[in-house]
């Protein structure tokens, strides 16, 4: 299957302060990436839909004002957490896909993010 | 939108027997049925998919089965082994909205030695 790398894995922040997470497609140009969060024991949520060169699509409660996406290129998408506080502790999973939307998506190895 | 329900949320098995996860599925749009593994800390791997024009799939010792009536799917997985132990997620894809996944709450599979 094809690669999807994401960076960093692990990350501490104070509160207040900001996080950038990258997520990159390493062997195909991914025209739609996905970004999620996950709580420990809980489900995969869908945050937003990015495409590339166009605004990204947030799901209903998500705030796209803390949550900030850019897909700038056809392989690089990067989530920015905004005056990250405790609450927002969770890990965070990147899928990107490739053409079509009936083709597979392929996850990054996800980001735990701890705000202290 | 799209609303996923799977069950059990925990299973628990002796090696060598068979293991059922079931989901249903809301949006009789929806076309295209994963499975997930996830174990603690990783990326969720896919480990078997289905789309609507098939009934069931099967790939060594995991199967899927597909009703588009009930809209429901099942996973199954036979002659379990520890390494089988895991998170196990499923999902539906719509045919709109990008193609989004929508997943199912999980289930957490623990095969016993």
């Known amino acids: 299957g094809a690669v999807v790398s994401q960076h960093p894995s692990r990350v501490i922040c104070k509160s207040g302060t900001s996080v950038k997470i990258e997520c990159r497609s390493l062997d195909f140009q991914a025209t739609t990436m996905f970004w999620y969060r996950q709580f420990p024991k809980q489900s995969l949520m869908l945050m937003a839909t990015s495409n590339e060169g166009s605004k990204a699509t947030y799901e209903q409660g998500v705030e796209k004002d803390k949550f900030l996406i850019n897909h700038a290129s056809l392989t690089l998408s990067t989530l920015t957490v905004t005056s990250a506080h405790p609450e927002d502790s969770s890990f965070y999973i990147c899928?990107?896909?490739?053409?079509?939307?009936?083709?597979?998506?392929?996850f990054g190895q996800g980001t735990r993010l701890t705000v202290v | 939108g799209e609303n996923v329900e799977q069950h059990p949320s925990t299973l628990s098995v002796q090696e060598g027997d068979s293991a059922v996860i079931k989901c249903t599925y809301s949006?009789?749009?929806?076309?295209?049925f994963p499975w997930y593994k996830q174990e603690l800390g990783k990326r969720p791997q896919l480990i078997i998919d289905?789309?609507?024009?098939?009934g069931e799939k099967k790939d060594q010792r995991i199967a899927v089965t597909l009703n588009k009536t009930a809209k429901h799917f099942s996973l199954h997985i036979t002659e379990t082994q520890p390494e089988d132990s895991a998170v196990y997620f499923c999902?539906?894809?719509?045919?709109?909205?990008?193609?989004?996944?929508?997943f199912g709450q999980g289930t957490i599979l623990t095969v016993h030695p």
């Open positions: 899928s990107a896909r490739q053409g079509q939307v009936n083709t597979e998506a392929f």
């Open positions: 289905i789309r609507s024009n098939v």
């Open positions: 999902a539906a894809r719509g045919g709109t909205s990008y193609g989004k996944l929508t």
């Open positions: 949006d009789s749009a929806s076309n295209y």
